[in-house]
């Protein structure tokens, strides 16, 4: 299904002027005066797929695109919940961490309080994948960042050395990293109230990525920033200050991914892409062409990633991992950057995009099989609500995909919702 305002907005033959004024008309005056005829336009049918989850006035949001909220059963939807939105958060300030039981009124559940948590991500709250009962989040103790394992039936808590930035989905291994310096290098990623022990230096030796064993709370650093700065250096890496960030890993447990960012003084980033076996040998470089964003694994091997290629330019692109094959995913169908994932059964793409002109960001469906988009949705995003404490959509498939969940501020608050795809998907 393609939206009415889609298909005729996107036809070359119709005249730009034509096609400029009837997309400033939708987007600013129906959208405002006749919502329903908005609705109408673009999505081409009465039906609301969409439901909010929580409610005011406290907000409540879920975090990044590559951890499920859901339990197993989809009866329980993890979120954070705060009483501000509209500033990033500052040492002293504590988020709550709760589920809603989606079988009962959507009812808040509040579990704990954390003070490591950001906008981006929260506070790296999932369940865990070795348990039905157990959820994981980071938090702060004295001596620095910490992970939690909280039993939501006992309330019994276990404490870990390092905080949880990943996992594999046995639940016997987690991967860490510095979220003092991500916090330095890239606000709204990283955590507030530690110092980064080497914040003076560019690329140290004894911090990086780290291995947990989960069973015993034992990790080890398995890839330093030192190492990292000298892997194919260029000459703007030599006084530049190197962090890590956006560790995922395969379905298996074999290997995973991250991005290697450093800054310069032309540009906030330079990112490369990086695959790894999780204990730390084979390290591949993966892209390198200055710029990369999002990505997802498609398998073992394979994954779909925003960035940049001689190919096409800033795209999303398919790439094998060992051979280092790459081809155009959407080509010129999706052409804004997004928070992509496969479908549990890898038959769509889920991704979104940025605030367009309008402030409209755009929940899209993609198949893999014929190439078709569907505009599922798209929610408007105040230009207030920006930078280090915007609320990007980051759509998260429910385990049977049928539904997703956002975050959005469509409404005037930050808040969860949920939205049923069951009918689009089949298509």
Same mark, same amino acid.
């Given at each position: 299904?393609?939206?009415?305002?889609?298909?005729?907005?996107?036809?070359?033959?119709?005249?730009?002027?034509?096609?400029?004024?009837?997309?400033?008309?939708?987007?600013?005056?129906?959208?405002?005066?006749?919502? #329903?005829?908005?609705?109408?336009?673009?999505?081409?049918?009465?039906?609301?797929?969409?439901?909010?989850? +929580?409610?005011?006035? $406290?907000?409540?949001?879920?975090?990044?695109?590559?951890?499920?909220?859901?339990?197993?059963? #989809?009866?329980?939807?993890? #979120?954070?919940?705060?009483?501000?939105?509209?500033?990033?958060? %500052?040492?002293?300030?504590?988020?709550?961490?709760?589920?809603?039981?989606?079988?009962?009124?959507?009812?808040?559940?509040?579990?704990?309080?954390?003070?490591?948590?950001?906008?981006?991500?929260?506070? !790296?709250?999932?369940?865990?994948?070795?348990?039905?009962?157990?959820?994981?989040?980071?938090?702060?103790?004295?001596?620095?960042?910490?992970?939690? $394992?909280?039993?939501?039936?006992?309330?019994?808590?276990?404490?870990?050395?390092?905080?949880?930035?990943?996992?594999?989905?046995?639940?016997?291994?987690? &991967?860490? /990293?510095?979220?003092?310096? /991500?916090?330095?290098?890239?606000?709204?990623?990283?955590?507030?109230?530690?110092?980064?022990?080497?914040?003076?230096? *560019?690329?140290?030796? %004894?911090?990086?990525?780290?291995?947990?064993?989960?069973?015993?709370?034992?990790? #080890?650093?398995?890839?330093?920033?030192?190492?990292?700065?000298?892997?194919?250096?260029?000459?703007? !890496? +030599?006084?530049?200050?190197?962090?890590?960030?956006?560790?995922?890993?395969? *379905?298996?447990?074999?290997?995973?991914?991250?991005?290697?960012?450093?800054?310069?003084?032309?540009?906030?980033?330079?990112?490369?892409?990086?695959?790894?076996?999780?204990?730390?040998?084979?390290?591949?470089?993966?892209?390198?062409?200055? !710029?990369?964003?999002?990505?997802?694994?498609?398998?073992?091997?394979? &994954?779909?990633?925003?960035?940049?290629?001689?190919?096409?330019?800033?795209?999303?692109?398919?790439?094998?991992?060992?051979?280092?094959?790459?081809?155009? !995913?959407?080509?010129?169908?999706?052409?804004?950057?997004?928070?992509? $994932?496969?479908?549990?059964?890898?038959?769509?793409? &889920?991704?979104?995009?940025?605030?367009?002109?309008?402030?409209?960001?755009?929940?899209?469906?993609?198949?893999?099989?014929?190439?078709?988009?569907?505009?599922?949705?798209?929610?408007?995003? *105040?230009? %207030?609500?920006?930078?280090?404490?915007?609320?990007? &959509?980051? *759509?998260?498939?429910?385990?049977?995909?049928?539904?997703?969940?956002?975050?959005?501020?469509?409404?005037?608050?930050?808040?969860?919702?949920?939205?049923?795809? $069951?009918?689009?998907?089949?298509?």
């Amino acid at each position: 299904m393609v939206s009415v305002a889609h298909y005729f907005l996107t036809k070359k033959w119709i005249p730009w002027r034509v096609r400029n004024y009837a997309e400033r008309l939708i987007e600013e005056k129906i959208r405002e005066r006749a919502p #329903s005829l908005y609705r109408i336009a673009h999505f081409g049918r009465h039906k609301n797929i969409v439901r909010r989850i +929580t409610d005011g006035p $406290s907000h409540h949001f879920f975090g990044y695109y590559d951890k499920c909220p859901w339990n197993r059963s #989809s009866r329980y939807l993890l #979120s954070h919940r705060v009483e501000f939105m509209d500033r990033p958060p %500052e040492q002293d300030d504590e988020v709550c961490i709760g589920y809603s039981e989606l079988e009962n009124g959507n009812t808040w559940y509040p579990l704990a309080r954390t003070k490591a948590w950001n906008w981006q991500q929260g506070a !790296m709250l999932r369940w865990n994948p070795a348990s039905t009962k157990n959820v994981l989040f980071n938090d702060r103790d004295s001596q620095g960042f910490v992970g939690i $394992s909280l039993d939501i039936v006992t309330g019994e808590k276990r404490v870990y050395p390092k905080p949880i930035y990943t996992m594999t989905q046995d639940g016997t291994v987690a &991967l860490s /990293l510095n979220f003092a310096r /991500l916090h330095i290098n890239r606000p709204g990623y990283g955590y507030v109230g530690i110092q980064d022990r080497w914040a003076d230096d *560019p690329h140290p030796s %004894e911090d990086g990525i780290y291995r947990m064993d989960m069973q015993s709370g034992d990790y #080890s650093l398995i890839l330093s920033l030192h190492d990292l700065a000298n892997y194919q250096p260029d000459e703007m !890496m +030599t006084t530049a200050k190197h962090w890590v960030n956006h560790l995922q890993i395969n *379905p298996d447990g074999t290997r995973f991914l991250f991005l290697h960012r450093w800054s310069s003084q032309d540009v906030l980033f330079h990112s490369r892409l990086f695959s790894m076996a999780l204990d730390g040998s084979e390290l591949k470089l993966v892209l390198d062409y200055g !710029m990369v964003s999002h990505y997802d694994w498609f398998d073992n091997e394979n &994954l779909l990633v925003w960035g940049r290629h001689p190919m096409k330019g800033d795209r999303y692109y398919l790439i094998n991992v060992p051979s280092g094959a790459v081809k155009v !995913m959407g080509d010129d169908v999706l052409t804004c950057d997004g928070h992509c $994932s496969f479908s549990p059964n890898k038959k769509w793409i &889920l991704t979104d995009t940025y605030p367009d002109q309008y402030g409209m960001r755009t929940l899209i469906l993609y198949r893999m099989s014929d190439g078709k988009r569907i505009d599922v949705d798209r929610f408007y995003s *105040p230009k %207030e609500i920006w930078g280090e404490i915007r609320c990007d &959509l980051h *759509p998260r498939w429910n385990p049977d995909g049928t539904q997703v969940c956002i975050d959005s501020v469509h409404e005037g608050q930050r808040q969860v919702y949920v939205v049923d795809v $069951s009918s689009l998907i089949q298509v």
